[in-house]
């Protein structure tokens, strides 16, 4: 089976440009997470979907920070305007709500804003 | 205070050794627990989760849970170079999708 799969891999912006970064989570997970991993902060969960409904957005940094999730299979994360800070790995992981909260990692995407 | 706290290490064990990870949380609510491992470059796996008291054994890991004293362990029998990575322990309250996580502990196994 495929797990969760992220892309961007490796994303190289410059600061004030938009940044989308997307997460397809394994098949038949109905919970999405997505995380900010950096050195100083460790890992951060940024927002959390339940069947495609945002629950929990308070990791979201400000408003510059956005999430959907339109369907089952797809989210996306948006920085609109990035700037340096920013600069992190991003994680998305899926679980599922009648299993044990074990949740899968995607692999990341490396954002870099110059 | 943090939620969840793990020593940031690095945990240095001669290949063939027990490695011991420990991690410590808060809430007494807590009923979920987990352990990631990262590799540098790499994202968190979940290796170990564990719900009730007591000990559970996978392979070479084992993860050791004592609610009362509110700690969790993970020990690594036979380490290998190829452990050598970050540990994560994650914790969940009652009733909550959204795990707590430590900073992690990282693990060096040398030859």
């Known amino acids: 089976d495929a797990g969760v799969i992220q892309s961007p891999r490796h994303e190289v912006t410059e600061m004030g440009q938009e940044v989308t970064l997307r997460c397809k989570p394994i098949s038949g997970h109905n919970s999405l997470f997505w995380y900010r991993q950096t050195m100083m902060r460790g890992l951060e969960l940024l927002i959390y979907f339940n069947n495609n409904v945002p629950i929990d957005d308070s990791g979201m940094p400000e408003d510059r920070f956005s999430a959907k999730m339109p369907n089952a299979s797809f989210s996306t994360l948006k920085i609109q305007p990035s700037e340096p800070r920013d600069s992190a790995v991003y994680f998305c992981?899926?679980?599922?709500?009648?299993?044990?909260?074990?949740?899968?990692f995607g692999p990341g995407t490396r954002l870099t804003v110059t | 205070q943090k939620e969840v706290e793990q020593n940031s290490g690095p945990l240095s064990v001669p290949e063939g050794a027990i490695a011991s990870l420990n991690c410590t949380y808060s809430d007494r609510g807590s009923q979920s627990f987990f352990w990631y491992r990262q590799y540098s470059g790499k994202s968190p796996e979940l290796i170990m989760s564990i719900y009730s008291n007591g000990d559970k054994e996978d392979g070479r890991f084992t993860a050791q849970l004592n609610k009362a004293s509110q700690y969790v362990s993970l020990l690594i029998r036979d380490s290998q170079p190829s452990d050598s990575a970050t540990y994560l322990c994650a914790v969940n309250r009652e009733g909550s999708y959204i795990p707590t996580f430590g900073r992690g502990t990282s693990l060096i196994v040398h030859p």
């Open positions: 992981a899926s679980s599922s709500l009648a299993g044990s909260h074990e949740q899968y």
